[in-house]
T-cell receptor, first 114, second 114 residues
Framework: AQSVTQLGSHVSVSEGALVLLRCNYS??????LFWYVQYPNQGLQLLLK??????LVKGINGFEAEFKKSETSFHLTKPSAHMSDAAEYFC????????????FGKGMKLTVNP | DAGVIQSPRHEVTEMGQEVTLRCKPI?????LFWYRQTMMRGLELLIY????????DSGMPEDRFSAKMPNASFSTLKIQPSEPRDSAVYFC????????????FGPGTRLTVL
């Protein structure tokens, strides 16, 4: 079975500062890994995903994440935060079987201060 | 191209009443998911379907909850009778395939049970 750990529930950064949101996963098989973002009063939307190939994945809005198998991590980063990045971010994992479901972490609320 | 459509967007009802939430997945998508989101429990997967067949309903809280997918373009989540603790945002999501594909979320239905 797969699981995801996002330590903490809230991160606050200044505009222009580095954004780092941590995600560690547990999986008995090579996983698929995802980051989703949820803006207030909206559904979740995909930021980026790792399925195969290059371990550094680039997503929308300047975000990227690196799959590190040895550390079972898939941390999300953005070099310079923008006010519009304020949202909740969810890491998710699934196995590679035909009927695997997506398992989400608890989410991390990002606040960007001017 | 239309995304996942959910109705109603907001529902306020009294305890004991029947509530029906509706979802129209993206055309051509084969898998559909129902999630519930609350502050206390985060994002929970309730049930998911593949090719209109329920695959995993282990997340359905109790017998008061039921879900159907009579065809590829429509699904319902019913709560009967409703209770105040069912108050939450309910999301529907769809994907082309289960493993590795992006899940596309609807805007959600905010349910308040008085």
């Amino acid at each position: 079975a797969q699981s995801v750990t996002q330590l903490g529930s809230h991160v606050s950064v200044s505009e222009g500062a580095l954004v780092l949101l941590r995600c560690n996963y547990s999986s008995s098989v090579p996983p698929y890994l995802f980051w989703y973002v949820q803006y207030p009063n909206q559904g979740l939307q995909l930021l980026l995903k790792y399925t195969t190939g290059a371990t550094l994945v680039k997503g929308i809005n300047g975000f990227e994440a690196e799959f590190k198998k040895s550390e079972t991590s898939f941390h999300l980063t953005k070099p310079s935060a923008h006010m519009s990045d304020a949202a909740e971010y969810f890491c998710a994992v699934s196995g590679r079987g035909g009927s695997e479901k997506l398992v989400f972490g608890k989410g991390m609320k990002l606040t960007v201060n001017p | 191209d239309a995304g996942v459509i959910q109705s109603p967007r907001h529902e306020v009802t009294e305890m004991g009443q029947e509530v029906t939430l509706r979802c129209k997945p993206i055309s051509g998508h084969n898998s559909l998911f129902w999630y519930r989101q609350t502050m206390m429990r985060g994002l929970e997967l309730l049930i998911y379907f593949n090719n209109n067949v329920p695959i995993d309903d282990s997340g359905m809280p109790e017998d008061r909850f039921s879900a159907k997918m009579p065809n590829a373009s429509f699904s319902t989540l019913k709560i009967q009778p409703s209770e105040p603790r069912d108050s939450a945002v309910y999301f529907c999501a769809s994907t082309l395939r289960l493993a590795g594909d992006t899940q596309y979320f609807g805007p959600g239905t905010r349910l308040t049970v008085l």
